[in-house]
């Protein structure tokens, strides 16, 4: 028997591209594993109505991870219209899969490495090496939301004497996103950050919010991040506006190591904090559980791109490192970022997005003859 069973999830268009480069590189190595294949994607809302379909579900209660590539999501129009005609008007509401997924595993800790490796021309400065720790559950993207807004709803809300007045539009014309968050998530995310910064020898943990306006969740999340930070002497603790460090992160991106952040503010961190080191060709992530874990690149399925071995899988390269680091696989972690750096730093084997014309499988093989 195989030593791990990864779920093995491609999912649509671009997906299925570095999905295969990632195969090149396993194989290379002889990773010790069984790659179980799951469904997920544009393709079973279509046919079936759900984009996560049931089965996929039991397939990841019985392996030890999952790898997955990309997937399509469209606005509701065209999700009803692309649904099989047998399906439609029986209540099928489309929902992306993998927040679903984030939810239903309490995959509660987004990670993203963002690293300039030497040599890459499209890294915006030399010596970025930050990592952003996004709460993955809950916070502004916790789906808690209304539009029209029920009269209980708002009745509950006028406790607050800033409500009333917006009584005053009309119900219907008020809509509500909440930014809900936990004093355990708080401390959670924090403690990965603190934890991380500590096995891989950061000397900061820099804590993003609002606390100064936002003052009741900003507030649990910076006194939660002092609190945790008490506990590692070695590591200071910075915090900071979410927006002024958006500046910051363009001005002197080389003076931050982990970054801390709730779900929306560390979504657009991480997704800013890409952009310095190569844009989406290059942006992997963890979404890391108690007990499971789903590595993904960050990229989406690329339509115009699917099926033609042409983007960059280095994001999908850096998605298998995390994995290897999540099993604890730590020469192969060693080896696969090893290999990827000294492609990079070479430039010889480079997809159109980084100035080349190599294809997605030369640069896999590329870095599988380095490994
Ligand atoms: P996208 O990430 O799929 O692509 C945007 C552009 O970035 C591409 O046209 C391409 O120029 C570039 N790009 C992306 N990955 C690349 C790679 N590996 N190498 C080189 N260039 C790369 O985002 P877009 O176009 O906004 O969305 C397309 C579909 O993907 C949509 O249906 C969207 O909902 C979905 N999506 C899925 C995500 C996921 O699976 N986690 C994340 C983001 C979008
Ligand atoms: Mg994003």
């Not at 010596?127 to 709460?135: A, C, H, K, Y």
């Not at 936002?214 to 200071?236: F, H, S």
């Amino acid at each position: 028997m195989a030593k791990y069973r990864i779920a093995w999830m491609p999912g649509d268009g671009i997906g299925n591209d570095v999905m295969d480069a990632a195969k090149i590189v396993l194989d290379r190595l002889k990773f010790d594993a069984e790659y179980v294949p799951a469904d997920i994607g544009w393709e079973f809302w279509c046919s079936e109505g759900n984009a996560l379909p049931e089965r996929t579900v039991e397939v990841l209660k019985d392996t030890t991870c999952a790898l997955f590539g990309a997937i399509t999501s469209k606005p509701k129009e065209e999700a009803d219209k692309e649904l099989a005609p047998e399906l439609r008007g029986k209540g099928h509401v489309y929902f992306s899969p993998i927040v679903k997924l984030r939810q239903l595993l309490n995959l509660h800790t987004n990670l993203r490495p963002c690293k300039a490796y030497p040599g890459n021309p499209l890294n915006y400065k030399d010596g970025i090496d930050l990592v952003v720790f996004r709460e993955n559950t809950e916070g502004m993207y916790g789906g808690v939301e209304f539009h029209p807004l029920p009269q209980g709803v708002f009745d509950a809300l006028c406790v607050h004497p800033k409500m009333k007045p917006f009584g005053r539009a009309g119900l219907d014309n008020v809509a509500i996103s909440t930014r809900i968050m936990t004093r355990q998530a708080c401390a959670n995310i924090v403690t990965q950050a603190f934890e991380y910064a500590q096995k891989h020898g950061y000397k900061t943990v820099t804590v993003c919010d609002k606390p100064n306006v936002l003052r009741e969740t900003g507030g649990l999340m910076v006194r939660t991040a002092r609190e945790v930070a008490k506990k590692y002497a070695g590591i200071e603790l910075w915090e900071t506006n979410i927006d002024a460090q958006c500046m910051w992160l363009v001005r002197k991106p080389e003076n931050y190591g982990v970054m801390v952040a709730e779900n929306m503010f560390g979504d657009i961190l991480s997704d800013l904090a890409a952009g310095l080191v190569g844009g989406l060709g290059f942006a992997s992530a963890a979404n890391i559980g108690d007990d499971y874990a789903v590595f993904e690149p960050t990229h989406g399925s690329a339509p115009k791109y699917a099926g033609q071995n042409k983007v960059n899988p280095m994001a999908m390269m850096l998605t298998v490192k995390l994995m290897f680091d999540w099993l604890g696989e730590a020469d192969f972690a060693t080896r696969l970022e090893r290999a990827v750096a000294q492609v990079i730093q070479e430039g010889k084997a480079r997809t159109y997005d980084m100035g080349g014309s190599a294809t997605t499988t030369e640069v896999a093989e590329e870095i599988a003859r380095k490994l």
